[in-house]
DNA sequence: ATGGCTACGATCCGTAGA
């Protein structure tokens, strides 16, 4: 299995661009994330044209998420109760896979921090008993949080700032240790692998980005991991997503 | 120089993203 993640900061800009990409990376399942369209509004038809089912759960203008595959989507969850649309959950041919947008939390010290390690605290309880039920189960997203400095372009410029600071970083190793490997790391990589890069100074020119997209994978699912990559192809598109999509495979 | 894009829904600017 194929297993992707992608924030495409807006499914109707990005659409023709997500049906190339399907085309051309044959993914079995893929996580979106910032689809900023409403349920009624999602481009069901074009997805099934491509050969994918889909679940969505989306808003207008802000946040919203989608699970894409192949083979049906059964036991379609939502999450915790929330305001926002950034969880969802199907089970994918006794894969559990479930797809996550973490908050971005704008700032340090704000309320918007605040309110993302508080959620932070609530996708690890929700997870921990997706775990209990799922032994083979894969967190995909965009979780807003560079794990180490080796995943910051400029450690020093990002120092303590948010998506970089230390409670980010603690609230998601403790979703980790709730027993997931970050699928990434599981093999060697480039230096200065990203997902994210800024639209404006250049960033994607300069490589200067931010991982903050990954595939966790539980122990059962890890053990399956054969490759893992980030494949940079769509952001050198025009008027890309300012996010990579990552894949992960699994036999 | 703390900005510099982009998307969106509202107007020709504010909010949000990361």
């Not at 559990?96 to 704000?110: E, F, I, L, M, S």
């Not at 039920?133 to 910051?152: I, Q, Y």
């Not at 980005?209 to 966790?216: F, K």
Request: aromatic share 8%.
């Amino acid at each position: 299995m194929k297993l992707a993640t992608w924030n495409v900061n807006s499914l109707k800009v990005r659409l023709q661009q997500l049906l190339d990409w399907l085309a051309s990376a044959q993914p079995d399942v893929v996580c979106l994330q910032e689809t900023k369209l409403e349920d009624a509004r999602f481009p069901l038809a074009a997805i099934e044209a491509a050969g994918y089912r889909a679940a969505c759960s989306g808003q207008k203008t802000y946040n919203g998420v989608a699970i894409l595959a192949r083979d049906p989507l059964e036991q379609v969850d939502f999450g915790f109760p929330h305001e926002h649309k950034r969880l969802l959950a199907a089970t994918v041919s006794d894969t559990r896979v479930v797809c996550v947008y973490c908050p971005n939390g704008q700032a340090v010290g704000t309320e918007k921090y605040a309110h993302k390690l508080q959620w932070f605290g609530q996708l690890r309880e929700w997870l921990s008993g997706q775990m209990a039920s799922h032994p083979r189960l894969a967190v995909a997203g965009d979780f807003n949080v560079a794990p180490e400095d080796r995943d910051v372009h400029d450690p020093r410029a990002w120092e303590g700032q948010v998506l970089c600071s230390e409670p980010e970083r603690a609230a998601l190793r403790e979703i980790v240790a709730l027993g997931l490997s970050d699928s990434f790391r599981l093999f060697t990589q480039p230096e200065k692998s990203f997902t994210w890069w800024d639209y404006r100074m250049l960033g994607f020119r300069r490589n200067a980005g931010l991982r903050i997209d990954y595939i966790l994978l539980s122990a059962e699912l890890a053990a399956r991991c054969t490759a893992c990559a980030i494949d940079k192809a769509p952001r050198r598109l025009e008027r890309p997503s300012d996010h990579a999509p990552v894949v992960a495979e699994l036999r």
